[in-house]
């Protein structure tokens, strides 16, 4: 196997800065977004793993809201602090952490609860005092502002962004004046000498990688023509992690409830506007309880109608309880209706989310928000469609 197949994707400035942060820390907190997905999921305790595997023992994860079932076999998930479960102490360990890494995130507003807890740190940060450690591929304000925070909004995943932060620590020519780091951190020196690769991939560590490569990029089928991404697969593997048994564990997970969920939005509930090659699923409270949907039970609907032909554009919505500190905005609204869109090749979806369904995200991937019931989004949404969507 060659380890040696990858370019340096993360700067020296990037490099340089993970090592001042994971250097001068004792205690680190790892927290990623509400609603965790497998990348989130994956490049967070990843990230623990690594930590841990040079050297660094006062490593705690944090998840804002409950992750779904089907990531809670993953190396390392049942030590997460979940915010709903222990509100105290996962703000303890946000607030008090020398060094907060954030995963899959790159905003403080993402984190549900502890999301002002999470801003101070934000709001207080200084370069030359590093507690913040950013590793996403979102768009982020404070990243755009600091060259030296990982964020790649080209990245098909977080999980690949640390991949590349462990792997390029372990090839010091990663960082270009390497003597000059050393010369500021004693203990620099034992960071970069007891972590080489192949060492120090772990079967633990390539699994949460591997998952959330996967889990972003659909098994590989959008966001997964970079060659590079397959270098990393390969050597994940080497560390003898089974890939099949790691997608059907994800993959292969759905409750009956579930699949019989899938068949009512399909059936009864998929709207096609033919004229802008876009579907359109709502589902709302009363709908959602009929087939005691959880939360995780939303997840991967909106990528369905994408199967059809000539589809190109997937919108999926579904009410939810407005939380308390969104009662100001909603303005007197009894329920907001969560949306998610899709789409493929050049036919961006993030402008729509933004301006009309107060959200963002990526080009063909993003999400939304809307102050009142599903109906009434999806009006807003059908008003809206002639202006975004292509009709070619
Ligand atoms: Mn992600």
Known sequence: MNFDALSYKLSPLQV???????????SIAIITHQNPDGDAMGSSLAMRHFLQAIGKDNVTNIVPTSFPDFLSWLPGANSIIQCELQPEAATAALRDADLVICTDLGEPTRVAALSPILAERFNEYNANNPKLLIIDHHLSAIANEHPEQIAYPDSASASELVFRLAWQLS?????????????????????????????????DFATCIYTGMMTDTGNFSYNSCQPEM??????LLTTGINKDAIYDRVFNAYSADRMRL????????????PEYHTALITLNR??????????????????????????????????DKIPTHQLTDANGAKVKTKISFRSQGNRPVNQLAREA???????????????????EAAKKFVEEMPKYMQKT
């Open 171 to 203: 090839r010091h020519a990663s960082i270009q004046d390497r003597d000059h780091v050393e010369e500021i951190l004693d203990n620099t020196r034992d960071i970069l000498e007891t972590f080489s690769f192949p060492k120090a991939l772990t079967p």
């Open 16 to 26: 340089e800065y993970s090592i001042r942060c994971i250097a001068n820390a004792h």
């Open 262 to 273: 899938m068949g009512y939005c399909l059936y009864h509930k998929m709207r096609l506007f």
């Open 357 to 375: 369904f107060r959200g963002g995200g990526h080009m063909n991937a993003s999400g939304g928000e809307y102050f009142g019931t599903v109906d």
């Open 286 to 319: 009363r709908e959602m309880y009929r087939f005691n949907a959880k939360s995780g039970d939303m997840e991967g609907i909106v990528n369905l109608p994408m199967q059809i032909k000539d589809v190109y554009y997937s919108i999926f919505m579904r009410e």
């Open 230 to 235: 397959y270098s990393i697969v390969a050597m």
